[in-house]
């Protein structure tokens, strides 16, 4: 063997030695960071949800988004609001929100473990009504909102005439003084049948919950595509929700396919590099970049008018951001029309 093929040899031992480390070592294929020139596609909405008790302002990738939903404010028996949880976080969120041109909204109530006492009692009442959207203007107010985001899980079939008479009177305040009124829906019937047709008129959009499917059913993916795809045509052909109102939400977390416990995606990534590359990692199903890249363009751009997201908080960095890939996939250069 000559010297020259000893080096050849080694050479090609080097190198797949570097392959298989290379394999070994797999990381997921990143998107990057959308540039200061572009924007999001005229007319299409990027709604987050933002907690109080996680994440902080800075942190926000404003420009990825349109409007954000401050959650939670809780409302007693009384129509009155509880204090609001970490009022200077709301505060420096709006601030900053603002100076980005996005708007921000209070998500009232939330899951809440099911209870909807204090709801259902405000609204079956007219004193208490009226009391409670007065106190929702003095809140908007104070705090320099844009609006508020209904988030009552669930109203009962028998209360939709009083839910309805209750977001019909905040349409009615809000929008007179130019704010908005949004409302949380279940993906499909099972709870959103109470929400009646005068409700979708009266809002400005509805942010559709595709997440949590099967929630006690082991094996069943929480947010697959194909139910997102049945929670958009639920809204739109059976509801007859205009495609504009409706904003499809994904999830930013991820649940066991063994127990339904949850996960951040963010912790979902620290454990598992390739995680945006796929749908499923270790047992926790959850949406990469490939599904929300598919459920953005081809059901909440066809289909509806955005994305919402539970909860932006939860997401990876950089170039690992499903809110990046997200604004990835709806970016336009600034100032260019939206395409036809």
Request: one cysteine or more; hydrophobic letters at 40%.
């Amino acid at each position: 063997m000559t010297p020259r093929s000893h080096v050849g040899r080694a050479a090609l031992l080097l190198l797949a030695g570097t392959l298989a480390a290379l394999a070994g070592c797999r990381t997921f294929t990143p998107i990057p960071i959308v540039g200061d020139e572009y924007g999001i596609l005229p007319g299409f909405r990027i709604v987050g949800y933002f907690p109080s008790w996680s994440g902080q302002p800075a942190d926000v990738q404003y420009r990825a988004l349109t409007h954000i939903n401050y959650a939670f404010l809780e409302v007693n028996r009384k129509g009155e609001y509880q204090p609001v949880a970490n009022p200077g976080k709301l505060g420096e969120l709006v601030a900053a929100a603002h100076a980005y041109g996005v708007k921000v909204l209070a998500s009232l109530g939330g899951y809440n473990d099911g209870k909807t006492d204090a709801f259902s009692t405000v609204a079956a009442d007219a004193g208490l009504s009226s009391r409670f959207v007065d106190n929702t203007m003095a809140m908007v107010d104070r705090f320099q909102l844009d609006g508020v985001d209904m988030d009552w899980e669930y109203p009962r079939a028998e209360e939709a005439g009083a839910y309805a008479s209750l977001m019909h009177s905040l349409a009615v305040r809000l929008h007179a003084a130019g704010k908005l009124l949004t409302a949380a829906v279940s993906a499909n019937g099972f709870h959103g049948a109470p929400i009646g047709a005068s409700v979708i008129a009266d809002v400005d959009f509805l942010n559709i919950m595709a997440y949590d499917d099967g929630y006690k059913e082991p094996g069943v993916h929480h947010s697959s595509y194909d139910f997102a795809w049945d929670a958009m045509t639920y809204w739109r052909n059976e509801r007859g929700a205009p495609g504009s109102k409706l904003v499809l939400g994904v999830p930013f977390y991820g649940r066991s396919l063994k127990d339904r416990h949850s996960r951040t995606f963010k912790g979902i990534f620290a454990g598992d590099v390739t995680a945006p590359d796929k749908d499923v990692s270790g047992d926790f199903g959850y949406n990469g970049f490939a599904t929300l890249r598919d459920k953005t363009l081809r059901l909440a751009r066809n289909l509806g008018g955005g994305v919402m997201i539970w909860q932006i908080a939860q997401d990876a960095p950089g170039t690992a951001s499903l809110l990046n890939a997200i604004f990835d996939a709806v970016k336009v250069r600034q100032g260019q029309a939206a395409p036809p």
